[in-house]
């Protein structure tokens, strides 16, 4: 990469582009709804069930102007979810700043292991063990999204539940690989601790991206 380009990486007004495309959000509170995916590479907190391994290497991914992408999602909605990859391992203050002054509604999904940066309509926060979120990414959080592998990860989500804000949405989200026993204790546990609710991975069940 030349230093030009590193340079606006650095920025944030060019973001190594994985992948982008106009689907329906899967997963949590806005779940069903319509909404336009912008997946930035580059993560290396080393989920062992990510379903999305091939998003780690940034190197793998071109860099894009921010204002490209932004034109894009015009064209389909107002509403944008990044994700990645760890999205805040990049700045997101100038593309977020562009797309709301497109009246695009800007939603994130993150780890929150690196700094805060970016102007939010939604922050969703879906902590992992191997690398903590910050303090400042639980005080964001409008979602806690947990991920259920196996079964001491409920006492972990009770932990994490504890950092995030009154008014946080808290959810329980079966891994992929575990969803049949996983999603059973969900549903059990929801009912035992009602202010949980249980998030499924439904665009896997649509076969839509
Ligand atoms: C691929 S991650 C990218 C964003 C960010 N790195 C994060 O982990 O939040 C998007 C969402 O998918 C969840 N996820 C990843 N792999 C999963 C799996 N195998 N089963 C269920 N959820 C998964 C993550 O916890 C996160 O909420
Ligand atoms: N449809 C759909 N909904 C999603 N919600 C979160 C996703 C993600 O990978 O961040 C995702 C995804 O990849 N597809
Ligand atoms: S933090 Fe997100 S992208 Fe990174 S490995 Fe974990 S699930 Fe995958
Ligand atoms: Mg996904």
Redesign the pocket.
């Known amino acids: 990469m030349d230093k030009k380009t590193k340079d606006l990486v650095n920025k944030g007004i060019m973001l190594p582009l994985m992948e982008e495309f106009y689907?329906?959000?899967?997963?949590?509170s806005h779940t069903g709804t319509a909404?336009y995916?912008i997946?930035v590479g580059g993560c290396d907190v080393g989920c062992h069930w990510c379903?999305?391994k091939e998003s780690w290497n940034a190197d793998l991914h071109p860099p894009t102007l921010a204002d490209t992408i932004v034109d894009n999602v015009k064209k389909y909605t107002n509403t944008v979810?990044i994700?990645?990859g760890e999205p805040l391992m990049w700045s997101m203050d100038y593309i977020t700043k562009l797309l709301q002054k497109n009246n695009i509604k800007t939603h994130i999904?993150t780890s929150g292991a690196y700094s805060f940066s970016g102007k939010w309509d939604w922050f969703?926060l879906s902590p992992k063990k191997t690398k903590l979120p910050l303090n400042e990414c639980y005080l964001e959080a409008d979602e806690l999204k947990m991920i259920i592998h196996n079964k001491s990860d409920f006492e972990f989500a009770k932990e994490q539940a504890a950092k995030v804000g009154e008014k946080c949405q808290l959810y329980l989200q079966p891994e992929w690989s575990k969803k049949e026993k996983m999603t059973e204790l969900i549903v059990d546990y929801v009912m035992k601790n009602p202010k949980w609710k249980i998030s499924l991975?439904?665009?896997k069940y649509l076969n839509?991206?």
């Open positions: 689907t329906i959000q899967g997963e949590g909404a995916f997946r379903d999305v979810v994700t990645g999904e969703c991975q439904t665009h839509i991206p």
